[in-house]
């Protein structure tokens, strides 16, 4: 998942501080954020996209911290470490 890989390290290059994020199934679609900075990925942008997450999710480098009916995503500092040096 090189391009996904890609543009979280490019995100997290700007924002060091965030670890979470959103998928959504395309641009035009909205998330409120409210006070929270958070990522958004698009399903239209990456290829099989829930896959990856769940690939992700599998190996313990995010997880579903959402409350509501959409998934939030928190990254794990070691993910971030792996994602920033690499």
């Known amino acids: 998942?090189?391009?996904l890989i890609q543009e979280l390290r490019a995100d997290?290059?700007?924002h060091s501080l965030v670890r979470e994020f959103v998928t959504l199934p395309s641009h035009s679609n909205?998330?409120?954020?409210g006070d929270t900075?958070?990522?958004?990925?698009y399903?239209?942008?990456?290829?099989?996209?829930p896959s990856k997450i769940a690939m992700l999710e599998n190996i313990?480098?995010?997880?579903?911290?959402?409350?509501?009916?959409?998934?939030i995503w928190r990254m794990s500092e070691?993910?971030?470490q792996l994602i920033t040096q690499g």
Do not use: C, W
């Open 60 to 71: 313990g480098y995010i997880r579903d911290v959402g409350t509501g009916n959409h998934p």
């Open 12 to 14: 997290l290059s700007q």
């Open 43 to 49: 399903n239209n942008a990456h290829d099989d996209l």
């Open 1 to 3: 998942m090189p391009k």
């Open 30 to 33: 909205r998330f409120n954020h």
């Open 78 to 80: 070691e993910f971030v």
């Open 37 to 41: 900075m958070r990522f958004e990925y």
